[in-house]
């Protein structure tokens, strides 16, 4: 008997460690999210200590969708009260960010060197003097946006002042004891640029302005982001931050609004909108609406690097990527023929104002209920939706 | 014991198995937010969290119907499954349930349940063999 509780106490401790190795090693976490403060040698790469904990509010937060679009941007000009600084994708995926003054004096010159996913050597230069080679922070891709911002920030802490202690602030490199950032205030315009003669300029402005919801003259801030095309206007989105209402228009394909109402569905706004996001947004509508337009949903796009085991799994269902909120809760199905079927569900869900708990209570909108049955036949018969509910 | 009793250490192990992955699936994507049925680490969101998921269910229903038999593997299959299926469907009301939540636990019984399947007959060979005269 002590045998057999012996056997099977082996049997399971050994299940157990099997579940712990394997599950560790899926993946690339165990990240250091610490790093040592070292001298600031010429050529090696510091690792800077961080005092606060990467923000939440930042681009990973906002989704694979808007990593991949910010990814296909080629240069973002970030124009401050008092700099202008412009970040271009380079061969290899670097980033190289230059920091002018307004009358186009070079004021420091900042690089981010994708050696690999989670590794970047970031560099500052003043005067053509290397004033900083560090190590990137893990878990925090950077952005085009991003690089203006770590490059006006090294600026206004003098950082090419050696008696400074650098270290991360949040998802930037600062001297110790600096002042905040209030970027929301200090960024005055940005302009995201990408292939095909595609630009968006964002720019923020308070003052009087209409209610957006009611019309009324009220008081408040506005960023507003417009989409262009080889120059000319394609389409806009304004987000009102007093409001929490974002509100876009791009003709001929779609316009519409969320207010704090139709996003409680979907859990409110998870970050905190800027000029970055506006028009990375802009383009998303045009983007993919004129997709939906003339492919009927369906893109062979997709992000280029993901981890080798999704690869894997992809060779089970051909990969497709599209748009919108995905297939919530399984969004493995984003990156396979289902998609539009979650695409079509989100849209009827958002039309016929349902929520999750249509599923079971089917007589509270029929409405819906057509919604939840043509989705359940899209994904398993991959009929396209019938429902006369659909959209 | 009863034949009650006899399927509790599978339903533990499904519901622990379940639980546990799913944690260790959260943890390992270092994502700082509060957990949803929307963030990377949820397994039915990455082909990676779905392997990994099957994998441990597999492994851990093979040793628990080595371990404790259960007559037949269907018997310690299905004990197991409806425990992990409890810890998912808990898992998925506590996360906050989707616009597809009823799709997401059906498929999540599918990649647990094809995984336990697998690790129950890895686990119990004998129980496929024609017995000999």
Redesign the interface.
Known sequence: MSYLVG??LR??V??LS???L???G??S???VTAQNQGVRAPNGVERLTANA??P?ANAP?RGATFRWLEERAIRVTTTFTDAIATTERIAGGDLRTRLTDAAGRELGEFDVDRVAVGSDVLTFKKDGQQVLRAGGR??SPPSLDWSNRQAYAMWKDKADDPSKPLEWQADLIRARGSAVLDFHRDTLSMKTEWAEGFAAVAGRSAGQRPHPASGAPSHGTTFESRLLRDNIEVGRSRWYPEEQIYVWSVPGLTKGYLDAERMK?L?GW?FTPDLAWTNVQTYAFHYFHTLIATQGFVADAKPATR?W??????AFAPTVYANEAG??????LDYTIFRPC?DA??RC?EKYG???RS?WEPWSSWRCTGCNIG??IC?TSLYPPFSPAYP | MSRATQSVPHVLAGAVAFATAQAVLFLVTGDTRRPTVDSPGWFLNSGQGILVMAFVAAAVCGATVRAWPAGTIWKGWLAFVAGAGVALVTSVFALGPGTLFPIVIAAGLVVVGVGALAGAAAGRPELFRRPTR
Request: hydrophobic share 45%; with cysteine.
């Open positions: 056997v099977r049997i399971t050994a299940a099997l579940i712990i394997c599950a560790a899926t993946s976490m165990w990240r904990p990467a939440r937060d893990a878990g569905d859990g998870t981890p085991l999704d690869r894997i799994a992809d297939c919530d809760g399984f969004h493995w979650c569900h989100d869900y349902c929520s999750w599923w989705v359940t994904i």
